[in-house]
């Protein structure tokens, strides 16, 4: 799956806002969750913070 301009934009942003790192990954699901139209725990499912 490539990563989409949105999930980027708002992962930017948190990690610009000096957030922890669920918190980005979190602005990041609900990004993916509102375009791809799934819910946010499968769209929290997908992403990861870390190797």
Do not use: F
Not at 17 to 35: F, W
């Amino acid at each position: 799956m490539a990563p989409e301009a949105y999930i980027l934009h708002d992962a930017l942003t948190g990690y610009l806002n000096d957030e922890s790192a669920e918190q980005i990954r979190s602005r990041a699901a609900l990004a993916y969750s509102k375009y791809q139209k799934c819910s946010i725990k499968a769209a929290r499912n997908l992403l990861v913070t870390s190797w």
